[in-house]
């Protein structure tokens, strides 16, 4: 049965004349869980306790609205007089609980963030704790002006007196008849947008426009043709995606791991793998899913206890780090190598359907393929680290040899990212192309009708793509949309000419994001850090930022090599000292990459300081700073900055500290003319 937006919906009048049984059996009909007798004694509940609290009501009740952006579904939504209650109900409970709070309060700022009918509209949260004190707190908006209520704490007596108190104070006019059809746009973090596709969202669901979504769509489908194509034809075939920053690649790659999985689950034979080089990334979304896939087989299966390690090993089948992955072909291999060529050892090999040596899946998902390794990065490394001399191939090259083993067909989907390399050794997509037309010239290739451009290849492709026997282009292979930050669509067009240099473009692309999406800076990390809290509603994450460079913020007590834990800073909340949200400690770049926060503070050092009107590239060794000469490495540390300034949804600050005259490797010289800069685009100081 496919997703419903809702279980039950109807005007008041028709719900207080409709018996239990019927509303009952509505919300089961609709419900894609097996019916529990928790889930069917709190639905009785709700049901008999509203119909007295609005026997002198009239609107529209909403059970089980769902937000897939969250992927969890609002209990109760009350459309009156202009207003949009919305309740969340914990019977049984005799404390409001701050979790409770929280969740009802995302609810409400969700709806008004991502639900185009709750966009002018007032909207109350409340928390219904029906055994809990009664609570004497007045309705409060928020300072946001936004018209989002602090949450309001109900027992079982005094939701009818909210109700009516609310109504007397903010009854309008506006039109709510339409409001269960409205159009749903939201903005999903990576890992919100990563946990709905498991729970059978679409990318449509968990969108925040009809042009993101329909971009998403379009490029996840034509992969599906190339996956069809090459499983009913037996053959091999590589694709290229490409996109603008925080269009979605990473998406569309989960989204195609997700439907393989899924399809290989119902009798299908074609898995596939979602491969990623960045370790946080794969930790945290692996965590998320796995935590969320414990939650919701508990839901399931109410007293039950489902083991988070059969969870975590349910995810990691479909998304790896993808050194692991490319270990496992290496393990097959025989060593030494002899003459530069790649044998498998028949004594390594493990049976795996029918061919005794290939991997086990078709598809290859590999995320940020521009940043795969060299031949030079990889034989060093794997001479380094596992005394393998002389490998003879790159990285691009080996992952081809490896689904190449496979006798009938195999796939693999190259998403392209653009201006965000950060790393030495990384081979570009010319390495792709290279190994095919060399070594594999038997595979199809799709390409983004992008990918030839210069922040992609920087005009490297075209004599390579000339000599390529099978190249098709395809628009559809181009994610043209941007979706991460649902308040400023212009921030990394902003980000590009402030790091430019570009004053006017900066100041001119500030006065058209500064309405939405707030940029301060400050000299002090106690007020930006202030800031941060003051900013937070619901579960909205927030957290500290530096350049991995950033060597004499110590005295700040933020020392870069003190790395933290992704996984607790991303997923944990205030009460564990390793969360983001504790502000102890910093990430970096490499750390933050493909991933987000609602609002970020980065502390910016003496790295990259103005110097005359232009960047001065620095990195500290011994007990100094010195200058970095490299063009390459100049690129990356911009590139670092790039990262941080792009990771903030909702709003970020920047703090540049004072320096300190009495220390060398701190003069304020070093941080002034930086922070001038930043007044001179037109970021306001606090």
Aim: glycine share 4%; net charge neutral; charged share 25%.
């Amino acid at each position: 049965m496919p997703l419903n937006r809702f279980f039950y919906a109807n005007s008041i009048e028709k719900f207080l004349q409709d018996t239990e049984s019927e509303i009952l059996g509505n919300l089961a009909y609709y419900s894609p869980f097996d019916l529990t007798d928790l889930q069917r004694n709190a639905w009785i509940y709700e049901i008999s306790y509203l119909k007295q609290a609005l026997h002198n009501q009239s609107g529209q009740i909403l059970f089980e609205y769902s937000i897939p952006r969250l992927g969890k579904r609002i209990d109760v939504v009350l459309l009156i007089k202009g207003i949009i209650f919305v309740l969340e109900f914990k019977v049984g409970a005799k404390e409001y609980l701050r979790q409770d709070i929280e969740q009802v309060w995302d609810y409400a700022l969700d709806l008004k963030n991502f639900h185009e009918e709750s966009f002018s509209a007032i909207i109350i949260p409340v928390l219904i704790a029906t055994e809990a004190k009664e609570n004497t707190a007045t309705l409060s908006s928020s300072h946001y002006n936004d018209m989002v209520f602090y949450p309001f704490l109900c027992n079982t007596n005094n939701l009818p007196l909210v109700l009516e108190n609310a109504i007397q104070q903010y009854a309008n006019p506006l039109n709510l008849s339409d409001w269960a059809r409205s159009r749903y746009m939201p903005t999903p973090t990576i890992i919100q947008a990563a946990t709905s596709l498991y729970l059978n969202h679409s990318v449509e669901d968990i969108t925040r426009s009809e042009s993101s979504g329909e971009s998403l769509k379009k490029t996840t489908d034509f992969v599906q043709k190339i996956i069809d194509y090459s499983r009913n034809n037996s053959q091999k075939s590589i694709c290229f995606v490409t996109g603008v920053p925080g269009a979605g690649k990473t998406l569309v790659g989960l989204n195609i791991a997700v439907q393989q999985f899924k399809e290989n689950a119902n009798g299908g034979n074609s898995l596939a793998v979602y491969l990623s080089g960045n370790q946080p990334l794969v930790d945290v979304l692996s965590e998320a899913l796995a935590r969320d896939k414990k939650k919701q087989e508990e839901l399931k299966n109410p007293g039950k206890r489902y083991n988070l390690t059969d969870a975590r090993r349910s995810v990691k089948s479909f998304i790896q780090i993808v050194h692991h992955y490319r270990n496992t072909s290496l393990n097959k291999v025989k060593k030494p190598i002899q003459n530069g060529i790649l044998e498998i050892d028949p004594l390594k090999i493990k049976k795996h359907h029918d061919d005794g040596y290939s991997e086990v899946e078709h598809v290859a998902i590999f995320d940020e393929a521009q940043r795969a390794w060299t031949k030079q990065q990889l034989s060093s490394w794997l001479k380094r680290k596992q005394g393998i001399q002389d490998f003879p191939m790159s990285e691009p090259e080996f992952l081809i040899w490896s689904l190449n083993l496979r006798k009938d067909w195999a796939v693999i989907v190259c998403l392209v990212g653009g201006g965000q390399e950060i790393n030495n050794g990384e081979a570009g997509i010319a390495e792709w192309l290279r190994a095919i037309n060399n070594t594999f010239p038997d595979w199809n290739v799709f390409i983004s009708d992008r990918l030839t451009g210069k922040e992609y290849s920087e005009n490297e492709l075209d004599g390579l793509l000339q000599t390529l026997p099978s190249v098709r282009k395809n628009a559809d292979l181009h994610l043209s949309v941007s979706m991460r930050s649902f308040r400023a669509e212009q921030l990394s067009n902003f980000v590009h000419a402030f790091l430019e240099g570009d004053v006017p473009a900066a100041k001119s692309l500030l006065a058209t994001i500064s309405r939405k999406y707030p940029i301060c800076i400050t000299r002090f990390l106690d007020k930006a850090k202030q800031w941060l809290k003051n900013q937070k509603r619901g579960t909205e994450r927030y957290g500290l930022l530096v350049s991995s460079q950033a060597q004499r913020l110590r005295p700040l007590s933020i020392d870069v090599r003190c790395k933290p834990d992704t996984v607790h800073w991303f997923l944990d909340d205030i009460s564990d000292i390793r969360s983001s949200l504790f502000l102890e400690d910093a990430a970096s770049e490499f750390d933050v990459q493909g991933l987000e926060l609602d609002w970020t503070c980065i502390v910016w050092d003496a790295d990259l300081r103005r110097e005359n009107n232009s960047w001065g590239n620095y990195s500290f060794t011994g007990n100094k700073w010195q200058n970095i000469r490299s063009e390459e490495r100049k690129a990356f540390q911009i590139n670092a900055y790039r990262v941080l300034l792009t990771r903030a949804r909702q709003g970020m600050i920047i703090c540049v500290p004072e320096g300190n005259p009495e220390d060398e490797t701190r003069k304020p010289k070093y941080y002034d003319e930086t922070f001038e800069y930043f007044k001179t685009i037109g970021i306001p100081e606090i």
